[in-house]
């Protein structure tokens, strides 16, 4: 969340949101599915991280660019709670690829960015085929007044194929998100918890004037060695029990996690 010659770094915890009306495996119930989200905020800004991201990772099967009214509704309510319980900065990304709801709760819950997949460059997800959207998505956001509201871009983003523009680098696509207007540039690993290729990352960083945040498997163990080469570190599947996205916030590993940044930060 910061540029290049600024010296901070932002330490960026998932919340990952139950299953939402009208998917699978949603269990009836919006005020406690609401709770336990703004519980997991709570903890996860009190162990001090800098910021969160609020996703519905647990909707799956993903739609395709494209979510109910029943979504949209209910994440925001889950962003609006959240934002009365915690000061720090707050994103949203809404799977898959729903980018302008995201920015749509963004924008009326006081959240300060949101994640975007498919912003340059087609690519074929769990879902199907995400055409880009980058034009669509920054016309729409300054038809609501949301200028404010970062759009952070994965670029050859994971759980994807990228067949389809094999000719097409990750330093070709990073400068294609910087020349459509993205606001930070996201780099990851090939799915969920997966690590970041170190390489990739520096090439990125260095290919580019914008803010560049590690997407995928920082752990406490590992973070040192992205740590000069990325302004933002999106963290979740290690604050987790076990190390799996799917259940509770662990304080213990929660914690090593802001220990590890800490001893970098003072370094």
Known sequence: MTAHNTPSKTMIAMVHVPA??????????????VGRCVREAAL??????DALLIENMHDAPYLNGNVGPEITATMASVVAAIRREVSCPLGVQILAAANKEALAVAHACDAQFIRAEGFVYAHVGDEGIHESNAAELLRYRKMIGADSVK???????KHSSHAITSDVGIIDTAEAAEFFHADGLIV?????GKAASVEELRSVHDAT???VLVGSGITAEN???????????????TLKIDGRWEKAIDPVRAGAVIDA???LRNA
């Open 20 to 33: 939402l009306p009208g998917t699978p495996a949603h269990e009836p119930g919006i005020k406690s599915l």
């Open 44 to 49: 996860l800004a009190s162990a001090g991280f």
């Open 151 to 157: 759009v952070f871009a994965d670029i050859k983003k």
């Open 188 to 192: 990851t690993g090939s799915s969920t």
């Open 209 to 211: 004037n914008l803010p």
């Open 223 to 237: 973070l040192h060695l992205y740590w000069e080469h990325a302004e933002s570190f999106i963290i979740g599947s």
């Open 261 to 263: 940044a800490n001893r």
